[in-house]
């Protein structure tokens, strides 16, 4: 062999070594990038069960952290655009599987918003030097722009200014406690404490226009009275839409408290008779009715609630012991006309008022107990069981006015 036979050979093999290099590079690269993108989808399988599992078992908490921000974020979404016309979002708010969320929220914190409306706007007025005429005009102008009714912007108005006398006008302190006691006044409704005790059993029916937060709560008070080893059952009276009982099942799973359901579209009021003699015949403690809350027209849908009520007398003479109407503080004024509606047609015996923690219209409260004088039961300051709160006056209170008078 030659010299330059010898040099073609070794060149040969070197092109044939680098070729053979190159490919194999290339077929690492390939197969780095596949593992790459392996390893998002992975990821995001992960985070995807990762959500679905923290939908369905609102007891993790930390888990749940993310779906209840986007629960809420929707929820904020849903306010802003229900301040136009003061009407729950009503259509969607069905499709929504119950928020997994449960961390106990401060009621102060719960109270942020509101008191973030008139009460700081009054904290604003009154920590001026001087509290004089002017003020007064002021302050009537806050208190009858604050959501809570010109029946009770009037009563806290008049009692301002007519019972504090001219030296105390002076004082600002003077003026919140003046504030403080009317309104634990007009919230403490003069009613019987609420236990489910004294019937076997205690049968509540829930009530409301669509949107306002009824199933939601009934989850919620089912999820906390089988806590207290209560024998729950549930009647899933709204029988328009089928994510609507599907909605109330799943509460029902979480709270071990079974649901009674019936046909899509069928009469409501057979649902909650069936669902009323079951737990007669089967001892439970409590018995929830859901009910519809479509508001086609006023008189279709008083009409359908007197009828539940009357077929609930039928199943079992004397209920429903409790008739509950759940509100939405986030419709500020509206809640109170709608509670003046139903209170036409409906024995109302408690209030519930929901997303407290959602808009600065809580002071509503005021003026639904001055209008109705019924009391409020339970107060909702977010989308996780422990969110709903027994409605106390004085807790209430403290907290709405929390720091407003500088304390
Ligand atoms: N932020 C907040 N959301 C709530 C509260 N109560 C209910 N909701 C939400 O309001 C929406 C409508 O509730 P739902 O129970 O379906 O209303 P219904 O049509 O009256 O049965 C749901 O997304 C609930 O999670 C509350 O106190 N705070
Ligand atoms: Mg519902």
């Keep these: 062999m030659t010299g330059t036979e010898i040099a073609y050979l070794i060149g040969a093999l070197a092109a044939v070594f680098l070729f053979l290099f190159l490919v194999r590079r290339a077929s690492e690269k390939q197969t780095g990038v596949r593992d790459r993108l392996e390893q ?17 078992a609102p007891s993790d908490a930390d888990d749940s952290v ?45 109270l942020a918003k509101t008191r973030g ?28 722009t604050a959501d809570i009714g010109p029946k009770t912007a009037e009563r806290l108005f008049q009692s301002i200014k007519g019972r504090l006398s001219k030296d105390e006008l002076e004082d600002p302190e003077a003026i919140w406690t003046e504030l403080r006691r009317q309104s634990t006044d007009i919230l403490a409704v003069d009613a019987p404490a609420m236990d489910f005790t004294g019937h076997t059993p205690f049968v509540l029916l829930v009530i409301g226009v669509n949107g306002v937060g009824k ?46 359901t019936g046909k899509s579209g069928g009469d409501p009021s057979s649902v909650i008779f069936d669902a009323i003699k079951r737990g007669v015949d089967e001892g439970f403690d409590v018995v929830i009715c859901d009910t519809a809350g479509r508001l086609h027209t006023k008189i279709d849908l008083m009409d359908e609630l007197k009828k539940v009520g009357r077929v609930c007398d039928k199943a079992l003479p004397g209920c429903p012991h409790e008739t509950w109407l759940v509100l939405d503080a986030t419709t500020g004024q509206n ?45 909702g300051i977010g989308e996780g069981v422990s969110d709903l709160r027994a409605f106390e006056v004085a807790e209430f209170v403290d907290a709405l006015y929390q720091h407003a008078d500088g304390a």
């Design 335 to 379: 809640a109170i006309q709608q509670a003046q509606m139903f209170k036409e047609a409906m024995d109302i015996t408690g209030i519930v008022l929901t997303k407290l923690d959602g808009t600065a219209k809580g002071g509503v409260i005021l003026g639904i107990c001055d209008e109705l004088a019924v009391p409020v039961r339970y107060i």
């Design 215 to 260: 199933t939601t709560t009934i989850g919620k008070i089912a999820a906390k009275l089988s806590a207290e080893g209560k024998r729950v059952l549930l009647g899933a009276g709204d029988t328009f839409r089928a994510a609507a009982v599907e909605q109330l099942q799943i509460w029902g799973e979480r709270a071990g408290a079974p649901v009674v």
């Design 40 to 56: 998002r989808d992975d990821d995001r399988d992960t985070e995807d069960n990762r959500r679905e599992l923290a939908r369905r």
């Design 117 to 144: 409306g008139f009460v700081a706007r009054l904290g604003k007025l009154f920590a001026r030097k001087k509290i004089d005429a002017d003020v007064l005009d002021e302050l009537e102008q806050v208190l009858f």
């Design 66 to 110: 993310d779906d209840s921000a986007d629960a809420a974020e929707d929820n904020s979404a849903a306010d802003a655009a229900d301040q136009d016309d003061g009407e729950p979002a009503a259509d969607d708010a069905d499709e929504r599987e119950p928020a997994a969320q449960d961390q106990a929220v401060p009621l102060s914190a719960g």
